[in-house]
């Protein structure tokens, strides 16, 4: 069974950083691209990030290029978000889950942008 955890979710102040991290199982995640997903209050889910299996071919939407940097360790089964020069429109719970979204969703980490 799919299962993903995702951490490291904080209150921060605008300009500042954040590093979020994923724990994946049940599924062979070194062959899977991954994607961070964030939902903030009254929004539908919209995708951040995006990293491919192998040679971390990287996406991500104009909302969030060049300041939010997807990683994965292959060998931990785990994939990162580093969030940099964060603004209040960031905030919202965030999620990871493959590219092509698995129908099990994690618990999500909240991330707070606010001074």
């Known amino acids: 069974q799919v299962q993903l955890v995702e951490s490291g979710g904080a209150l921060v102040q605008p300009g500042g950083s954040l590093r979020l991290s994923c724990a994946a199982s049940g599924f062979a995640f070194s062959r899977y691209s991954m994607a961070w997903f964030r939902q903030a209050p009254g929004k539908e889910r919209e995708w951040v990030a995006a990293?491919?299996?192998?040679?971390?071919?990287?996406e991500y939407p104009e909302s969030t290029k060049g300041r939010f940097t997807v990683s994965r360790n292959n060998a931990k089964n785990t994939v990162y978000l580093q969030m940099d020069s964060l603004r209040p429109e960031d905030t919202a719970v965030y999620y990871c889950?493959?590219?092509?979204?698995?129908?099990?969703w994690g618990q999500g980490t909240q991330v707070t942008v606010s001074s």
């Open positions: 990293i491919s299996p192998e040679f971390d071919v990287t």
């Open positions: 889950n493959g590219y092509t979204p698995f129908s099990n």
